[in-house]
């Protein structure tokens, strides 16, 4: 059984940071990319960062471009996202998900979701 599992959200202050953690279990890691989306209040879920499985390749949602920073461990089974230069635009429920084989942005090609985690950046 895949599991997914979110941690590390929270209140922040605008400009301040946090890193976000996904712990995965039931599945071969490294042979998944990983991605983060997130959804905020009377908005459509949407793309925020991916990572493939080797971890040599990742990419941004251009609104979080140079501000976060997506990374795995294929040791740990882990995959984070640490977030600097938070503004309140990004407050949302913060998913990570699995995606057999390429890395896409499209929530359509991921498998597997986690539960969510809140993070609120306060202006």
């Known amino acids: 059984q895949v599991q997914l599992v979110e941690s590390g959200g929270g209140l922040v202050q605008a400009g301040g940071s946090l890193r976000l953690s996904c712990a995965a279990s039931?599945?071969?890691?490294?042979?998944?990319?990983m991605g983060w989306f997130r959804q905020a209040p009377g908005k459509e879920r949407e793309f925020v960062a991916a990572?493939?499985?080797?971890?040599?390749?990742?990419y941004y949602a251009d609104s979080v471009k140079g501000r976060f920073t997506i990374s795995r461990d294929n040791t740990e089974n882990t995959v984070n996202l640490q977030m600097d230069s938070l503004i309140p635009e990004d407050t949302a429920v913060y998913y990570c998900?699995?995606?057999?084989?390429?890395?896409?942005?499209?929530?359509?090609?991921?498998?597997?979701w986690g539960q969510g985690t809140q993070v609120t950046v306060s202006s």
């Open positions: 990572i493939s499985g080797s971890g040599g390749s990742t």
């Open positions: 039931g599945l071969t890691f490294s042979a998944w990319s």
């Open positions: 998900a699995a995606e057999f084989g390429t890395t896409s942005r499209q929530q359509s090609q991921y498998l597997y």
